[in-house]
Nanobody, 123 residues
Framework: HVQLVESGGGSVQAGGSLTLSCAVS????????MAWFRQSPGKEREGVAG???????SYAEFAEGRFTISQDGAKTTLTLQMNSLQPDDTAMYFC??????????????????WGQGTQVTVS
């Protein structure tokens, strides 16, 4: 049973940066995808970036060039570095895991484990 705990959210001015972390435990599978999603009030949850056990990292169009997803060698921490933040980036950010070889960040239903979320506010 995988457990995900996010941290690092907060308030920042437009143009600033934040780094989100997700502590991962109980993840014994060999094929997986780890990803970040976000959700604003009144909007659907949307994929931000995904890093698979094999294959290429994927980013949503709005994240390309500004956000960087990474994972430590022990696969215990997932990180999202966010630069050039804008008010539209204000949302609750979630860490998620899927038992799939590739990442389908446009399909949140493929992710079976979720963290509780961390709030990011950009003003």
């Amino acid at each position: 049973h995988v457990q995900l705990v996010e941290s690092g959210g907060g308030s920042v001015q437009a143009g600033g940066s934040l780094t989100l972390s997700c502590a991962v435990s109980g993840w014994p599978v060999r094929q997986w995808c780890m990803a970040w999603f976000r959700q604003s009030p009144g909007k659907e949850r949307e994929g931000v970036a995904g890093i698979p056990s094999a294959g290429q990292i994927s980013y949503a169009e709005f994240a390309e060039g500004r956000f960087t997803i990474s994972q430590d060698g022990a696969k215990t921490t997932l990180t999202l570095q966010m630069n050039s933040l804008q008010p539209d980036d204000t949302a609750m950010y979630f860490c998620a895991a899927a038992r799939t070889t590739y990442c389908f960040i446009d399909l949140p239903s493929t992710f079976t484990s979720w963290g509780q979320g961390t709030q990011v506010t950009v003003s």
